[in-house]
């Protein structure tokens, strides 16, 4: 079965700093890969995804991600981080037709 | 485009009782899945509804309960509530099935079991 793991359940930037928040995924064939991004008390929001094809994916926000497939990882970045970029991030795999979220990551922004 | 809808947004619900909650997806989208979210356990996959039949299932028990419209408006039932079930119910629709389209979320129905 596929899994998901961002082992970083909270980090701390300075606004202005940049970002990369860890995502490894498992599963036996070639992955759908996602981040999204849940402000609190809201909904999940698509930041990016990855089907196939240029491994280096553009999203919103200013945020970008790399699939490596030989490290089965898809972290996301960001060059410098706005104090509105405080949120929880997920990490998403698609397999055996559904979607697995890893745990998430708390991101804080202090001044 | 209007987005997912979901109603209600917040609910109490006392041990014991049923809640029925609705999703709207975004209009032309085909498929709908539910997810739990709790601090616990995380994000967890309930169901998938497409074109008015379940698809997918996620391990729950048969307390947990939905549907699919013609229009593809969803419910979800979640029967003898138990303190566990509060969670926040989440909604994501996509074109078509899950695992081949990207799914956009609602903002979900949060509900307390007392």
């Known amino acids: 079965a596929q899994s998901v793991t961002q082992p970083d359940i909270h980090i701390t930037v300075s606004e202005g700093a940049s970002l990369e928040l860890r995502c490894n995924y498992s599963y036996g064939a070639t992955p759908y890969l996602f981040w999204y991004v849940q402000s609190p008390g809201q909904g999940l929001q698509l930041l990016l995804k990855?089907?196939?094809?240029?491994?280096l994916v553009q999203g919103i926000k200013g945020f970008e991600a790399e699939f490596k497939r030989s490290q089965s990882s898809f972290n996301l970045r960001k060059p410098s981080v706005h104090w509105s970029d405080a949120a929880e991030y997920f990490c998403a795999v698609v397999g055996n037709e559904k979607l697995t979220f890893g745990t998430g990551t708390r991101l804080t922004i202090i001044p | 485009k209007a987005g997912v809808t979901q109603t209600p947004r917040y609910l109490i619900k006392t041990r014991g009782q049923q809640v029925t909650l609705s999703c709207s997806p975004i209009?032309?989208?085909?498929?709908v899945s539910w997810y739990q979210q709790t601090p616990g356990q995380g994000l967890q996959f309930l169901f998938e509804y497409f074109s008015e039949t379940q698809r997918n299932k996620g391990n729950f028990p048969g307390r947990f309960s939905g549907r699919q419209f013609s229009n593809s408006r969803s419910e979800m039932n979640v029967s003898t509530l138990e303190l566990g079930d509060s969670a926040l119910y989440l909604c994501a629709s996509s074109l078509g099935r899950q695992y081949q389209e990207t799914q956009y979320f609602g903002p979900g129905t949060r509900l307390l079991v007392l």
């Open positions: 990855y089907f196939s094809g240029d491994t």
């Open positions: 209009s032309g989208h085909r498929s």
